[in-house]
């Protein structure tokens, strides 16, 4: 099957400072990536649709400005928490699916990042 | 997409058949039914989908209605290991929007 990676899997960081989440796709390609939030015992909440060489899509109520995604290539998307707050502490997690022409193409999903602003 | 409602919590007896609902009575045409699971602290895991008819992989079956407003999920000999919080979600386009889901407890 299709693996999906994050890097790091876990991070603590300081109120105001920034922190890169990476994600990629191991063994294939991946034009559209997508990021979730999950905060403690609640459902995934989807944050930006990010397709490879355009802008992310961000879903309402989500700041593009607070949370910059990049997917510059087939295999990398990142989400970087800039100015973290302990509001943001959350379980970040990614998924890919193989192509963007498809609607049913199914998503794989990264083993998540913990992520603690303290 | 279409709404989907699932129990809450379930439990099952290990070895016994995992019988999970979800209605999704406002499902068009062209919305799929899938199911992803996710495990305590990890990333959602794909299971299975499906459009009108019953499927069947390695891990589940998933029988839809004949009107298709309801499915179900099955697991055939549930293990501890099946433990997690199992999504059904429908859709129609590459987005997917998770509910709450139900939370199954294997026991032994």
């Known amino acids: 099957g299709a693996v999906v990676s994050q890097h790091p899997s876990r991070v603590i960081c300081k109120s105001g400072t920034s922190v890169k989440i990476e994600c990629r796709s191991l063994?294939?390609?991946?034009?559209?990536m997508f990021w979730y939030r999950q905060f403690p015992k609640q459902s995934l909440m989807l944050m930006a649709t990010s397709n490879e060489g355009s802008k992310a899509t961000y879903e309402q109520g989500v700041e593009k400005d607070k949370f910059l995604i990049n997917h510059a290539s087939l295999t990398l998307s990142t989400l970087t928490v800039t100015s973290a707050h302990p509001e943001d502490s959350s379980f970040y997690i990614c998924s890919a699916t193989r192509t963007s022409g498809s609607s049913y193409n199914e998503q794989f999903f990264g083993p998540g990042t913990r992520l603690t602003v303290l | 997409d279409a709404k989907t409602t699932q129990p809450p919590s379930m439990d099952c007896a290990e070895g016994r058949a995992a019988n999970l609902p979800c209605n999704h009575s406002t499902i068009s045409g062209n919305e799929y039914v899938y199911w992803y699971r996710q495990i305590h602290s990890q990333g959602p895991q794909y299971i299975i989908h499906g459009l009108k008819n019953n499927e069947t992989n390695e891990m589940a079956s998933l029988i839809i209605t004949e009107d298709r407003k309801s499915s179900t999920l099955i697991l055939p000999h549930a293990t501890l290991r099946d433990t997690a919080v199992y999504y059904c979600i429908v859709r129609v386009d590459v987005k997917l929007v998770f509910g709450a889901g139900t939370i199954l407890r294997v026991k032994s």
């Open positions: 063994d294939f390609q991946a034009t559209t």
